[in-house]
């Protein structure tokens, strides 16, 4: 069993930047591919961020990619998502996620193949 709970987020101007934070309970994070969803009102929740188990290998969403960085600390059973150059249509909830088993990859996760969900952090970006 994994628990997720996600920390950092906030009300943020346009242009801003954000570090959101996911700690994870249990001994078995680092087998666990992480990363990030997100959710904006009326909206399907989309794909964010991957990190791979050793955090070597990252995946990110077109929409993100140059501004957002994720990460990984094993040995404190966390995850990060640094956020910056924030833009209106980054308001969203954000769900820190986790998932593993035979073959499961980035791509597994890029799909939403997760088991385990966090409850989300509200990012409220400003004009």
């Known amino acids: 069993q994994v628990h997720l709970v996600e920390s950092g987020g906030g009300l943020v101007e346009a242009g801003g930047s954000l570090r959101l934070s996911c700690a994870a309970s249990?001994?078995?994070?680092?087998?666990?591919?992480m990363g990030w969803f997100r959710q904006a009102p009326g909206k399907e929740r989309e794909f964010v961020a991957a990190?791979?188990?050793?955090?070597?290998?990252?995946l990110y969403a077109d929409s993100v990619k140059g501004r957002f960085t994720i990460s990984r600390d094993n040995a404190k059973n966390t995850v990060f998502l640094q956020t910056n150059s924030l833009k209106l249509e980054d308001t969203a909830v954000y769900f820190c996620?986790?998932?593993?088993?035979?073959?499961?990859?980035?791509?597994?996760?890029?799909?939403?193949?997760?088991?385990?969900w966090g409850q989300g952090t509200q990012v409220t970006v400003s004009s």
């Open positions: 996620a986790a998932g593993r088993g035979p073959g499961y990859g980035l791509e597994s996760f890029r799909r939403g193949e997760c088991d385990y």
């Open positions: 249990g001994r078995t994070f680092s087998n666990h591919i």
């Open positions: 990190i791979s188990r050793s955090g070597v290998n990252t």
